[in-house]
């Protein structure tokens, strides 16, 4: 290998292989480095893309930002299939097989002691999202009548803001409500920062965004309990995703080393 190192897991010897041929980040051969007992699973890139300067130029660019991505994320789900990988962050690079190796020195102790609290368990991510956020919104958008007061648009436009207050109210406490169901049932969970409709392009205000570690053998029975509370707050789309690598729960990972 001549270009730098990207790294995107590190795990326990696989007692399985990886499917064949798989490839990552631009197109490259996924390798396992070995050290210490732990594999740290790797491929080449080139300096010209991923040193640090011309890396913080692509980290503006959203299509390259994307691709990489998903080429980041096929590979964890690979490892994900056959054995509970510990995912480091998007572009985590160093110089060399010996910038690896010194990184999982470094940190071998988190290391093991998160893949064995991780050992056999996958996260799933619930999101809800309020779709109704302005009732009576052509009301609003509706021509006063000539004779109609000024204190009577003022009541119209403060009943309708108690509307969506008590809308938002009713949504806030269904998620709340689900967040604890769902936190009782896993063994750990993360609430993340509501998403932003602009920028994730979702349809609906992000009411929830959460994050549960739940056993592998017991992923049905989690599923199951989302599903039976998705009729129950009309308004309202729950979406369940996963299962995933644990990112929510792998704590904080080195970044980069180039």
Same mark, same amino acid.
């Given at each position: 290998?001549?270009?730098?190192?990207?790294?995107?897991?590190?795990?326990?010897?696989?007692?399985?292989?990886?499917?064949?041929?798989?490839?990552?980040?631009?197109?490259?051969?996924?390798?396992?480095?070995?050290?210490?007992?732990?594999?740290?699973?790797?491929?080449?890139?080139?300096e010209?893309?991923?040193?640090?300067?011309?890396?913080?130029?692509?980290?503006?660019?959203?299509?390259?930002?994307?691709?990489?991505?998903?080429?980041?994320?096929?590979v964890?789900?690979? %490892?994900?299939?056959?054995?509970?990988?510990?995912?480091?962050?998007?572009?985590?690079?160093?110089?060399?097989?010996?910038?690896?190796?010194?990184m999982?020195?470094?940190?071998?102790?988190?290391?093991?002691?998160?893949?064995?609290?991780?050992?056999?368990?996958?996260?799933w991510?619930?999101?809800?999202?309020?779709e109704?956020?302005?009732?009576?919104?052509?009301?609003?958008?509706?021509?006063e009548?000539?004779?109609?007061?000024?204190?009577d648009?003022?009541?119209?436009?403060?009943?309708?803001?108690?509307a969506?207050?008590d809308?938002w109210?009713?949504?806030?406490?269904?998620?709340t409500?689900?967040?604890?169901?769902?936190?009782?049932?896993?063994?750990?969970?993360?609430?993340?920062?509501p998403?932003?409709?602009?920028?994730?392009?979702?349809?609906?205000?992000?009411v929830?965004n959460?994050a549960?570690?739940?056993?592998?053998?017991?992923?049905?029975?989690?599923?199951?309990?989302?599903?039976?509370?998705?009729?129950?707050?009309?308004? %309202?789309?729950v979406e369940?995703?996963g299962p995933?690598?644990?990112?929510?729960?792998a704590?904080?990972?080195?970044?980069?080393?180039?």
């Open positions: 290998m001549t270009g730098l190192r990207y790294v995107y897991a590190v795990c326990r010897p696989l007692g399985a292989p990886l499917q064949a041929q798989l490839t990552g980040v631009v197109g490259a051969p996924v390798k396992q480095l070995p050290h210490h007992g732990l594999i740290a699973v790797v491929s080449e890139v080139p010209r893309d991923f040193a640090e300067e011309p890396l913080r130029a692509h980290l503006e660019d959203l299509d390259w930002l994307s691709a990489t991505a998903r080429a980041h994320q096929g964890v789900d690979a %490892l994900t299939v056959v054995t509970t990988p510990l995912p480091l962050r998007m572009a985590t690079v160093f110089r060399d097989d010996s910038g690896v190796r010194t999982i020195e470094s940190c071998e102790e988190h290391f093991r002691a998160t893949l064995e609290r991780l050992q056999g368990r996958v996260e991510g619930v999101k809800i999202y309020l109704a956020e302005q009732p009576q919104e052509a009301t609003v958008a509706e021509p009548p000539r004779a109609a007061s000024g204190r648009y003022l009541r119209r436009r403060r009943q309708q803001t108690m969506r207050e809308v109210e009713k949504a806030e406490a269904f998620a409500r689900l967040h604890e169901k769902l936190s009782a049932f896993a063994e750990d969970s993360r609430l993340h920062a998403q932003n409709a602009a920028l994730s392009g979702t349809a609906g205000r992000n929830l959460a549960y570690l739940v056993p592998r053998a017991h992923s049905e029975e989690f599923v199951e309990v989302v599903d039976r509370t998705k009729d129950d707050a009309p308004g %309202l789309r369940l995703t995933w690598a644990a990112y929510s729960f704590g904080e990972l080195p970044q980069e080393g180039a």
